[in-house]
């Protein structure tokens, strides 16, 4: 007898481009058959796009950010009003970056740099496709409701539970650990709500005999568990993707297994060598930049690093010891540069590696000198202006008058060596500043508003929200908020 196949049902794909050649070539690009997906339409705008899909339902969505009249960011925020189960991706040129930020903050689940490349084309549509799939299996099982509380229970410890699972303490649950290619079995034996950590999957469920079979087949199993133990448990594989992503190693089956039994008790505890090792070492890190010694300070910061690397240091603590260092290096050597620690990670994963690249590059007593060493000396001329003059009211017109050049000229060479126009480098620098000083001073937010050159505070406020997302009060607080939160973390240990 012949074996039947059975072939999922296509997933409809919807693009939108205002270039025609682009949804012509994403088109063509795109392998639908291999894929399992159908085009479900074209449109030229946001708002075609809008039409169609009052009409028709669809899975996927390929749009460009940056369209006339109805953006890609507009488009996908009143779709999302349609109340339609869709996923989105973004096209979007080099020089969008923002446009990128406001979409990923949408919930889109990838975006296509262009020119489009077909391999990254559809390695971004087959684990978009693969996710969907997965996530309809599953609830097949659990609701989507019921999977989404439980889920975020168990990574957060707080909000509500289906009225079934609401006793958190009662020790009749189960979980699995196994790797990703045993998803199909998992699905096959039923009722396991399903978590991806690196290769591994987390598989949670009610004890059951169901689980027998897995047993039988060599996944590791603990049984007898409470919700609550569960989120101890998984509160350890977070951290440990996250240190995974960050430190760039691969999972093992030794290292997760040895996070899958361990007792939740011991999942939190830091030694306290380590902390006051840490302050030692940045204690003479701050030394060498008060004594302006930049040999101590390479070798200095090299013992810090590789401290840090060795002891596998929390992500976030890393993050947060390399902002405190290079706030004090700016203050104490006068060196605001006009880009901050996630300006410099704003299109790539933030790595070990990245970090310490920056921190690098940042703390280098001469690097300012050396940067300059790069432009013609009129720039450098404007850049010095501009370190000496941000909280004054300069522009491209006095500077060119002060260096007798013309005004179109500077303006074309100012760019294309620094890479950006004069205003807008400017508002960077000021912003740089007032960031340092909103965490480093107690100076009111008007105050810096005036100190860094803006008059106006209103004006202030806005480009200052526009940049980073948060007012600068709201910037001030949350940081004070997360050091705080450290310093209790701390004392409870």
Known sequence: MAQVSFQP???SVMIVDDE????????RLIRWQELGLQLAGTAGNGQEALDLMRHQAVDIVITDVNMPNVTGIDFISQAKELGQDFVFIFVSGYQEFEYVKRGMELGAKNYLLKPIDKVELHRVLSQVAQEIRDKRALAQVISDHEQAQLTSWLETGQGSLPLRYQDVTAPNWQWVLAQKTCRPQLLATGGWSIMVLGDWLLGIMPQSD???KLQDSGMQIQAGLSLTNIHHKLQSFLQAESRRLFYEWEWDEERARQIFWQDESDASQTNPTTVKLVDQLVGHLYEAIDNQNSIKLDADLDS???FCQEQELAPQEVVQLTALIRHYFDIKSNQHTPTSLLDEGANQPLTFASLSQYLKESLDLGGREKRHHLYPPIVNEVLAAIYERYNENISMKSLADDLHVNVMYLGQLFKREVGMT?????N???LAIAKDLLIASKLSVAQIAVKVGYQ???????????SEGVSPKEYRQRYHDHLKAQEDKQTTR
């Open 428 to 430: 960077q620098y000021r």
């Open 9 to 11: 049902t296509p997933l």
């Open 422 to 426: 004069l205003s807008r480098y400017i």
């Open 456 to 466: 106006n505070q209103a004006y202030f406020y806005r480009v200052f929200k526009q």
């Open 210 to 212: 169901s689980s027998q």
């Open 304 to 306: 810090f690093l590789a």
């Open 20 to 27: 025609y050649m682009i949804v012509k070539g994403l088109e």
